[in-house]
């Protein structure tokens, strides 16, 4: 297999695991959530109860019924936007380095802190 030439550039995505975000795109507009994980690869988050979908299981011992799942599947990161702490907004992320040297996150809109600094 030859090796693509194309790079591809792994974001650092500005969504992480433990975040409240809403979604601001797509079918679930408006819904908002928890990230479960960050596919940061992909550029993909799951949310907790955005986009289900159904999964056909096979019957196994843990669910001897089989039949059919519901789970999350990922979003795409550009279709969330992380919620505010500070002044409850979806808001874009920007950042800043602490005395400490630290890197937070910060809402564009109030200028507070996503993280804990
Ligand atoms: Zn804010």
Do not use: W, Y
Not at 48 to 62: D, F, L
């Amino acid at each position: 297999m030859p090796k693509s030439s194309t790079t591809k550039k792994v974001h650092r995505l500005s969504v992480r695991k433990g975040d409240r975000v809403e979604i601001i795109a797509g079918k679930e507009k408006g819904k908002k959530g928890k990230v479960l994980f960050a596919l940061p690869k992909e550029n993909r988050v799951v949310i907790e109860s955005i986009n289900m979908v159904k999964r056909h299981a096979r019957p196994t011992q843990k669910v001897p019924q089989g039949g059919i799942q519901e789970r999350e599947a990922p979003i795409h990161a550009s279709n969330v936007q992380v919620i505010c702490p500070s002044c409850g907004q979806a808001t874009r992320v920007g950042h800043r380095v602490t005395e400490s040297g630290k890197k937070v996150r910060i809402c564009r809109k109030c200028q507070g802190d996503i993280d804990k600094a």
